[in-house]
């Protein structure tokens, strides 16, 4: 019993991250560009439109990250000081993402573009990070 929710747990992990970062990747690499083509008034309606579809999944996915993040730490606690380390800065990163998140699914955002690049180089190195705390937290 205790293995299956501990699989539950890092897929429903893995896969807020996928629906938060992809999301955040797809808009900052395909979205922006395209609605930076459009005239000024139509960019604002049409960003402000896409934040308010994006905001249910985005508080979605951080919900389920600090719920199955806080269970993924009280399973690893007592690790190496290495293994603590990066886990801390992938913390104080995912808070950042979590920060800026919010930010973006505001309306009327003009930084909209300036904090999805934030959120997108800060989730690419919380993946990298958890791939290294992969590789650590086997035997």
Same mark, same amino acid.
């Given at each position: 019993?205790?293995?299956a929710l501990n699989v539950l747990m890092r897929?429903?992990?893995i896969t807020a991250a996928v629906v938060l970062i992809g999301g955040v990747l797809y808009a900052r690499l395909v979205v922006a560009p395209a609605i930076?083509?459009?005239p000024a008034a139509e960019q604002d309606t049409?960003?402000?439109?896409m934040a308010t579809r994006f905001r249910r999944l985005?508080?979605?996915?951080v919900l389920f990250l600090l719920a199955t993040g806080a269970y993924n730490v009280i399973l690893n606690?007592?690790?190496?000081?290495?293994y603590q380390t990066l886990l801390g800065i992938k913390i104080l990163l995912a808070l950042h993402v979590f920060a800026a998140g919010i *930010? #973006?699914?505001? +309306?009327?955002?003009?930084?909209?573009?300036r904090q999805l690049t934030g959120v997108m180089?800060?989730? *690419? #190195?919380?993946? +990298?990070?958890?791939a290294v705390l992969r590789q650590l937290h086997l035997p």
């Amino acid at each position: 019993m205790t293995e299956a929710l501990n699989v539950l747990m890092r897929w429903l992990h893995i896969t807020a991250a996928v629906v938060l970062i992809g999301g955040v990747l797809y808009a900052r690499l395909v979205v922006a560009p395209a609605i930076a083509s459009l005239p000024a008034a139509e960019q604002d309606t049409l960003g402000d439109a896409m934040a308010t579809r994006f905001r249910r999944l985005l508080f979605l996915a951080v919900l389920f990250l600090l719920a199955t993040g806080a269970y993924n730490v009280i399973l690893n606690l007592g690790r190496g000081a290495l293994y603590q380390t990066l886990l801390g800065i992938k913390i104080l990163l995912a808070l950042h993402v979590f920060a800026a998140g919010i *930010l #973006i699914v505001k +309306a009327n955002n003009p930084k909209r573009t300036r904090q999805l690049t934030g959120v997108m180089i800060s989730g *690419l #190195i919380i993946i +990298a990070i958890s791939a290294v705390l992969r590789q650590l937290h086997l035997p």
